[in-house]
Nanobody
């Protein structure tokens, strides 16, 4: 199983980025994808969650209205569209996969497979 993120970069406040998580070895029919981020000196934070099999989506309060998660199942890829970025969004963003049968979505210990992460830096 492999998850590979891409799309990070250095942008100015107010800009947009779209992260991609390409999944191999498992299918989005059977697994849900969580997006997490870790900023320097802070704990890992759940950002968003998407279960393509049942359409369930979740967002952290800090990104609601700005971030949108979606998927292209034919490409086994999950996207995180991030709009109106601000410096507080600066972090390493990682995607992770788990079975969708959990009552919560943002507990990183419940995820089985992880990508290596992609850096997002937002300047003011």
């Amino acid at each position: 199983v492999q998850l590979v993120e891409s799309g990070g970069g250095l942008v100015q406040a107010g800009a947009s980025l779209r992260l991609a998580c390409v999944v191999s070895g498992i299918t989005l029919d059977d697994y849900a994808i969580g997006w997490f981020r870790r900023a320097p000196g802070k704990e890992r934070e759940g950002v968003s969650y998407y279960s393509p099999s049942d359409g369930k989506k979740r967002y952290a309060d800090s990104v609601k209205g700005r971030f949108t998660v979606s998927s292209d199942n034919a490409k086994n890829t999950v996207y995180l569209q991030m709009n109106n970025l601000n410096p507080e969004d600066t972090a390493v963003y990682s995607c992770a996969a788990r079975r969708p049968y959990h009552p919560t979505w943002d507990r990183h210990v419940e995820y089985d497979f992880w990508g290596q992460g992609t850096q997002v830096t937002v300047s003011s």
